[in-house]
């Protein structure tokens, strides 16, 4: 603790603290598409190579691993400020929301004992993820979608900018950023929720639920070459 402020954490490492958290946003989003990347590094199993061939998983282990370490670092910190304060958590659930509350009441974190551990915790597990998302590319190939490991893609929840990324490198022509948007606004799509990121609100959305409704409603192109012919 320190002498004049009593804090468990001096003001130099607050600040590098809150300039941590504040790299969430872009971290957590590098995280996503990283984990469903078909480009980066899979594992094999077992399972392929009875088939004769490798069959790495359609997501990032090493980066979802990474992700989930991120998250229950974080949420560690905050039970620990709401415990020993005894103060209610306001935040959102994931892991936006937790690094937003803890950002609002980095002082409480500071002068709750056992915080000195904090900065370095988290510095931690960011290190790790970025690790992960630094990883060198390979080919892989996408999914086929009545595999059971499709599920782990589709039930993500992702903005609209991450699914089109996403959706490039699994081949589904033409469903880009604006095409869930057109989705949106006519109604055949619909986000999970929205969040705020800064002064810029984001709609999260379901990948399953874009990929479904974007093979329902045909695209104003092909509905004119149905036309023509």
């Known amino acids: 603790m320190t002498d004049t402020d009593h804090l468990f954490l001096s003001r130099e ?27 980066r590094i899979g594992t ?3 399972a392929g190579k009875n088939r004769g061939e490798e069959r790495p998983l359609p997501f990032n282990a090493t ?10 670092t974080l949420v560690a910190w905050v039970r620990h400020v709401c415990e020993s304060r005894r103060v209610d958590y306001d935040g959102r659930d994931g892991t936006l929301g937790v690094a937003r509350w803890l950002d609002r009441n980095v002082i409480a974190l500071a002068m709750t004992d056992g915080s000195g551990e ?12 970025r690790w992960a998302t630094d990883r060198p590319a390979e080919k892989i190939r996408p999914p086929v979608h009545d595999e059971p490991e499709w599920a ?9 900018a991450i699914i089109a990324r996403m ?3 699994l081949g589904f022509d033409g469903l880009s950023q604006r095409r869930i948007k057109t989705l ?22 379901r990948v399953g639920d874009v990929i479904t409704a974007h093979g329902a409603h045909a695209t104003r192109q092909h509905a004119d070459q149905g ?3």
């Open 167 to 169: 959706c490039r490198t």
């Open 44 to 46: 094999p199993g077992n």
């Open 227 to 229: 036309r023509q012919a």
């Open 184 to 205: 949106t606004t006519n109604g055949a799509l619909a986000p999970l929720r929205t969040i705020c990121v800064g002064k810029k609100k984001l709609a999260i959305y």
């Open 63 to 72: 980066a979802a691993e990474a992700a989930d370490d991120l998250h229950a």
């Open 152 to 160: 782990l893609v589709q039930d993500l929840e992702l903005t609209a």
């Open 118 to 129: 904090a900065l370095d915790e988290i510095q931690y597990a960011m290190r790790r993820a």
């Open 13 to 39: 490492e607050i600040k590098k603290l809150v300039a941590l958290l504040r790299e969430m946003p872009e971290l957590v989003e590098e995280l996503a598409v990283t984990i469903t990347r078909q480009d």
